[in-house]
């Protein structure tokens, strides 16, 4: 078992614990992060406690340094206590940091990490920074700390639930019912708040020129099209009919989620006399295992949109694909509708097709893709997914614990983007509503149906590419990436995992460790554990996974999905996000026919901002591991995320090389571009 405190670099005495100690504050660099107000400090030891004298004012983004001659013994130091004292106003402070070294020369220093507001007047204890389980607590020193302060947060982090049947999520409908901590920081407020207001001044000023503009033809749509951000942006919009561009984007697109390599013929493809020919294709290229499949049946069923009285469209399709030598996925069948018992089977739309035809089958298969990739691969599994370990770590993970230590950066401003997205995007009014397909309830029934395949496999990156038949497939730089960043931040946490429990049973015996886990999975999750979710931790290799499920998730997993919004829906016929006409049946498409049936200028103008809000590059971000914040003392832990910084340069470096030699650089799992959390 590790030693409960920090070694001394010689005997311990009496004259070595008393006499001057230098105390340094660190106060946030955020707009409102200093205080008006005084702060009083107490040193508690294990041996005893002295309150300070000196009183400070903090000033933002400043660290404070005084000696103080404190003439009793106090031992190591546990705690510092603080008091935030005001008159007429209480001026929150935010405070990241405080240093205690102790007397002499070769005095011990002991780092005090926080992060967090301070609010009130009371008196509130921060516990020195070396993460303890309860196990490397023997004599129960900070057992009370641990007790209250998972009492006060339980009852500050509550579960909410948004919509009956869906995963849970932390409780307030408004961003003022979030604790304080969860909430962005003024500089992050600023510009989320403005790139808002731009993006709807610009809605406002395409609205006005498109007015009474009549849309004749898909040219038109770049009288929105403005992406200065992206040039890949540019690329789809010249190239977006290529059945080669069509087929990459279920490798490397904005959802790389849904492709999988086919094991047999879907039941669902049925394929009317006179097809023997492609059936034999689809049949030679099954069993080279180069056949994949995107199937969009969980749109089955889900009620269409009414928008201004104009009923919207939905469609289910299964798309068949052949992997060519050359690394390219090309398109072999599309099918837009499931086989209806006593009905004709669904029209097959084929490359032969004449162009329009063809055209408006793909367009179809986009809009889907929209619908899956927004609800079920970004809300469900990224955002909802996130806030569930956000809220069960805040509930179950005191800040001394070593697991929490190591989530906690990958968890920032969670809660409250997600609040925004439920009050403005997945609202009664909000954007889905307005413009989107599946909106007006539909996204609410999707959600939950996709529910149902939260597996714990599918969040586990080598099983989920091998479950998917994605491993080894050299055209999918999603795959390569993921695999990789999973592997790295594996080993991350394994590094941080071994320096804290040395055997199985030390896993087992941590109470406060299999709360967290059973609170995720029967709790956040409603019962997941029969789709693989653990509801207890058995061992270091379960408590690794686990972690590294975790963190990916809010960061790789999320990023994945996030980061190519702006490249590929900017323009807006390659991924509608609304059908104003329903899925063809004929083969009698023209220009005319593709042209009513994709967004209307309004709704693609609303689809353009959106896309560009949330998908720009954020200039307040964080990317991963690059986290100021310590949370951890003492050199081992220190080293190893310094480890792990270095091994996310090198294959940083990698995929900036990698990407020099291809037409189409893949960046969305690119260390440098991956947030630290789910934060926009």
């Known amino acids: 078992m590790r030693p409960l405190f920090l070694p001394f670099r010689r005997s311990e005495t009496l004259w070595d614990k008393m006499g001057l100690y230098r105390v340094r504050v660190s106060t946030g660099a955020s707009f409102y992060a200093g205080s008006s107000n005084q702060v009083q400090l107490w040193l508690v030891g294990k041996h005893g406690e002295a309150s300070l004298r000196t009183r400070m004012r903090p000033a933002r983004g400043k660290e404070a340094e005084f000696q103080v001659d404190v003439q009793e013994y106090l031992g190591p130091l546990l705690f510092v206590k603080l008091r935030k004292w005001h008159l007429l106003q209480d001026d929150a402070w935010y405070c990241n940091w405080i240093s205690v070294q102790g007397p002499g020369a070769s005095g011990d220093e002991y780092r005090f990490p926080y992060y967090r507001w301070v609010e009130g007047n009371g008196v509130l204890s921060i516990p020195e920074g070396t993460g303890r389980t309860v196990l490397e607590d023997p004599q129960g020193l900070f057992k009370k700390y641990r007790e209250e302060e998972l009492k006060d947060r339980k009852k500050l982090y509550r579960w909410g639930n948004w919509k009956d049947g869906l995963i849970l999520n932390v409780a307030g409908a408004t961003i003022c ?373 975790c963190i990916f998730t809010c960061t790789g997993q999320h990023s994945s999905v996030h980061l190519g919004q702006l490249d590929w829906y900017s323009w807006v016929p390659n991924t509608p996000c609304t059908m104003r006409l329903p899925p063809p049946t004929t083969k009698d498409a023209t220009l005319e026919t593709v042209m009513a049936t994709l967004p209307n200028f309004h709704q693609a103008s609303l689809q353009m901002s959106v896309v560009w809000q949330l998908g720009r590059r954020q200039p307040v971000m964080v990317a991963l591991g690059q986290h100021e914040e310590e949370y951890f003392s003492g050199p081992e832990p220190k080293a190893v995320l310094k480890k792990f910084r270095e091994e996310l340069a090198a294959l940083d470096k990698e995929i900036e090389n990698r990407n020099t030699k291809l037409d189409m650089p893949y960046e969305y799992l690119r260390p440098s571009l991956v947030e630290n959390s789910v934060a926009i």
């Open 177 to 549: 019912n979030l604790p304080v901590d969860e909430r962005f920081l003024e500089d992050k407020r600023i510009d989320f708040e403005a790139s808002l207001a731009k993006g709807l001044a610009d809605l406002a000023i395409k609205d006005s020129l498109n007015v009474l503009t009549r849309w004749n033809d898909l040219d038109d749509f770049k009288r929105i099209f403005w992406c200065g951000q992206s040039k890949l942006a540019e690329r789809v919009r010249d190239s977006w009919k290529e059945d080669a561009i069509f087929g990459y984007q279920f490798l490397n697109g904005a959802n790389p989620m849904l492709l999988r390599r086919s094991t047999h013929l879907p039941e669902r493809l049925v394929l009317p006399p006179g097809m023997e020919e492609l059936q034999a294709q689809m049949q030679k290229e099954l069993e080279a295992g180069m056949l994949f499949e995107a199937d969009f049946s969980l749109l089955d069923g889900i009620k269409a949109n009414v928008i201004l009285c104009s009923q919207q469209y939905l469609a289910a399709p299964l798309v068949m694909l052949k992997l060519q030598p050359d690394g390219k996925l090309l398109p072999m069948v599309i099918q837009l509708q499931l086989p209806k018992v006593g009905s004709p089977p669904p029209q097959l739309f084929l490359p032969t097709d004449p162009p329009m035809v063809w055209l408006l089958a793909k367009c179809w298969v986009r809009s889907s893709d929209f619908q899956l990739h927004e609800l079920q691969s970004h809300l469900l599994r990224a955002h909802l997914m996130a806030e569930v370990i956000a809220v069960a770590t805040m509930r179950c993970l005191p800040s001394i614990h070593p697991i929490f230590k190591l989530l906690i950066p990958h968890l920032r401003y969670t809660m409250e983007i997600n609040i925004r997205a439920r009050k403005g995007l997945v609202s009664d009014l909000g954007v889905f509503d307005q413009v989107v397909s599946t909106g007006g309830g539909g996204h609410v029934d999707l959600l939950k149906r996709a529910g149902a395949f939260l597996t714990y496999r599918s969040f586990c990156v080598p099983d989920d590419l091998a479950d998917r038949g994605l491993l080894g497939i050299q055209s999918s730089f999603y795959a390569q990436d993921a695999l990789r960043l999973w592997e790295a931040i594996s080993r991350y946490v394994e590094g941080i995992v071994n320096l804290y429990y040395k055997t199985d049973v030390s896993v087992k015996d941590d109470p406060e460790l299999q709360s967290w886990c059973q609170e995720i999975t029967e709790i956040g999750l409603l019962g997941a554990q029969d789709r693989g979710f653990p509801v207890s931790l058995q061992s270091l290799e379960q408590v690794c996974c686990f972690v590294t499920m």
